[in-house]
């Protein structure tokens, strides 16, 4: 019997332990959770200013229509329009390359979350099984244990009857 309940405990001890870990689990998917979406907010908030970006694009462009109508030489005009068109051409190819990777990570981020909040919700209804068993499985012990005392309680009594008994013959 005392085997059983040091048994008993040892199992309670290492699902307590396991019980713990689930929950230290959850808290660190949760920090992490929490890091993704700052990062994610951080990525929009470049995206804005992305678009503020092409608004000075926008501007420079206005600025170098200006600048052709006030050139001296056609000459000097025309290699300073080609250098702008160049210039813009290749923000516009590093806007859109950059705009493809930051939609690639998010991507990527919102798909690693969702993975996440997946495994945090098979973490707890594991958890919350275990739970359950491990309840069901207290009060099996509690019943069995209670059965004992019943039986010692009535060996006990039937010993003093015995040995009442073996006195009066």
Same mark, same amino acid.
């Given at each position: /019997?005392?085997? =059983?309940?040091?048994?008993?405990?040892?199992?309670?001890?290492?699902?307590?332990?396991?019980?713990?870990?689930?929950?230290?689990?959850?808290?660190?998917?949760? %920090?992490?959770?929490?890091?993704?979406?700052?990062?994610?907010? /951080?990525?929009?908030?470049?995206?804005?200013? $992305? +678009? @503020?970006?092409? #608004?000075?694009?926008?501007?420079?462009?206005?600025?170098?229509?200006?600048?052709?109508?006030?050139?001296? @030489?056609?000459?000097? $005009?025309?290699?300073?329009?080609? *250098?702008?068109?160049?210039?813009?051409?290749?923000?516009? #190819? @590093?806007?859109? +390359?950059? $705009?493809?990777?930051?939609?690639?990570?998010? @991507? =990527?981020?919102?798909?690693?979350?969702?993975?996440?909040?997946? &495994?945090?919700? &098979?973490? /707890?209804? *594991?958890?919350?099984?275990?739970?359950? #068993?491990?309840?069901?499985?207290?009060? %099996?012990?509690?019943?069995?244990?209670?059965? #004992?005392?019943?039986?010692?309680?009535?060996?006990?009594?039937?010993? +003093?009857?015995?040995?009442?008994?073996?006195? /009066?013959?």
């Amino acid at each position: /019997m005392e085997t =059983d309940i040091s048994e008993m405990r040892n199992e309670l001890q290492s699902r307590d332990g396991l019980w713990r870990r689930i929950q230290l689990e959850c808290q660190k998917l949760y %920090t992490e959770l929490l890091k993704i979406k700052e990062y994610k907010d /951080m990525q929009e908030i470049q995206i804005k200013h $992305q +678009s @503020s970006h092409v #608004q000075l694009t926008e501007q420079l462009e206005n600025k170098n229509t200006d600048l052709l109508l006030l050139g001296e @030489s056609e000459e000097h $005009q025309e290699e300073e329009l080609n *250098k702008i068109r160049n210039h813009v051409y290749r923000k516009e #190819q @590093s806007y859109c +390359s950059e $705009q493809e990777r930051m939609k690639t990570e998010i @991507s =990527d981020l919102t798909e690693e979350l969702h993975q996440k909040e997946i &495994t945090i919700a &098979t973490i /707890m209804e *594991k958890a919350s099984l275990l739970e359950r #068993q491990l309840k069901m499985e207290l009060e %099996t012990k509690h019943k069995l244990l209670t059965k #004992q005392q019943l039986l010692e309680f009535r060996y006990q009594v039937i010993k +003093s009857e015995n040995t009442h008994l073996k006195e /009066m013959v």
